[in-house]
Nanobody, 116 residues
């Protein structure tokens, strides 16, 4: 079992920045990938960014060049630096962990609201 706790969401004006952080309850060194997803009410959850154990990253096209994901296995954290935020980035952002045993774990989510 892995518990994931997010922090760092909030309210920001368009063009601003926020940093989301996710802390895992146990060592993540052997977790295949860690990532961030977002969901707007009524829509499907979508991948924002993820980082593998090998540090290879994958971003949604809509956030590429604006968001940066980082992973620190010693601190058991995965962070998402979000710059030049847009109103369409408004969503609930959830931390995700995928293990080598095909297990999926989710955090409770944190709200990000970007005003125009």
């Amino acid at each position: 079992q892995v518990q994931l706790v997010e922090s760092g969401g909030g309210f920001v004006q368009a063009g601003g920045s926020l940093r989301l952080s996710c802390v895992a309850s146990r060592n993540i060194g052997r977790i295949h990938s860690m990532g961030w997803y977002r969901q707007i009410p009524g829509d499907q959850r979508e991948l924002v960014a993820r980082v593998g154990r090998n540090r290879i990253t994958d971003y949604a096209e809509s956030v590429r060049d604006r968001f940066t994901i980082s992973r620190d296995d010693d601190k058991r954290t995965v962070d998402l630096e979000m710059n030049n935020l847009k109103p369409e980035d408004t969503a609930v952002y959830s931390c995700h962990a995928y293990t080598y045993f095909n297990q999926h774990y989710w955090g409770q989510g944190t709200q990000v609201t970007v005003s125009s």
